[in-house]
């Protein structure tokens, strides 16, 4: 049973334009986001949160949206560059909840950012 | 700052061997948990320590073990290796709880079972 799902395990966009990385999680219980990047042969390097309390967070080219009652999330980054093209993997932890799981991940979006 | 560094990188074993994987997390931080990446299940969650006490434990069988030491280092162990065992093993150290988000990852170790 995967509680949190990347249904597009890949996603092209143009240099220059937005990208939107989408995940949805089925457990209430969370109440924590994340989102990582993995380069080829590189751990996953942390990239932005959000917690239940906002529904936005933003840094830089890189804002996530956070709907709780549809249980979504979404990371976009405006403008799209060369170096933005790897792994993004959504996360979700609860951290109020007692949850004894770590984070859990989904499986990731492939991002190709084309020039 | 030295980053997350796991040993070793690569390597190959049969099936029923075991293997002990080592991880040293940043400096000054205290948990340190570990996943397990393959291309059919994503990233998923093994066990996390803390102040050398397992606090988290995922859902793995248990051939699957860890242990921290006082210096906070890691290793993992697996043992009666299987085919399926075959895997991107990520370390990842944070300053507390490995719930709270910023997770500092290894390179990783990548085991082969034939």
């Known amino acids: 049973d995967q509680q949190v799902k990347q249904n597009s395990p890949s996603l092209s966009v143009q240099e220059g334009r937005i990208s939107i990385l989408n995940c949805d999680y089925t457990?209430?219980?969370?109440?924590?986001f994340l989102w990582y990047k993995k380069y080829p042969a590189e751990g996953p390097t942390f990239l932005i949160s959000?917690?239940?309390?906002?529904d936005k967070n933003e840094d830089g080219r890189f804002t996530v949206f956070l709907n709780k009652s549809a249980k979504h999330l979404s990371l976009h980054i405006v403008p799209s560059q060369p170096g933005d093209s790897a792994v993004y993997f959504c996360?979700?932890?609860?951290?109020?909840?007692?949850?004894?799981?770590?984070?859990?991940f989904g499986k990731g979006t492939h991002l190709i950012i084309q020039p | 700052k030295a980053g997350v560094t796991q040993t070793p990188r690569y390597l190959i074993k049969t099936r029923g061997q075991q293997v002990t994987l080592s991880c040293s997390p940043i400096?000054?931080?205290?948990?340190v948990s570990w996943y397990q990446q393959t291309p059919g299940q994503g990233l998923q969650f093994l066990f996390e320590?803390?102040?050398?006490?397992?606090?988290n434990k995922g859902n793995f069988p248990g051939r699957f073990s860890g242990r921290q030491f006082s210096n906070s280092r890691s290793e993992m162990n697996v043992s009666t290796l299987e085919l399926g065992d075959s895997a991107l093993y990520l370390c990842?150290?944070?300053?507390?709880?490995?719930?709270?988000?910023?997770?500092?990852f290894g390179e990783g170790s990548r085991l082969t079972v034939l």
């Open positions: 990842a150290s944070s300053l507390d709880t490995a719930r709270t988000g910023e997770l500092f």
């Open positions: 457990n209430s219980m969370f109440d924590y």
């Open positions: 959000i917690s239940s309390i906002k």
């Open positions: 996360a979700a932890s609860a951290l109020g909840g007692g949850g004894a799981d770590g984070l859990t």
């Open positions: 400096s000054g931080h205290r948990s």
């Open positions: 320590y803390f102040s050398e006490t397992q606090r």
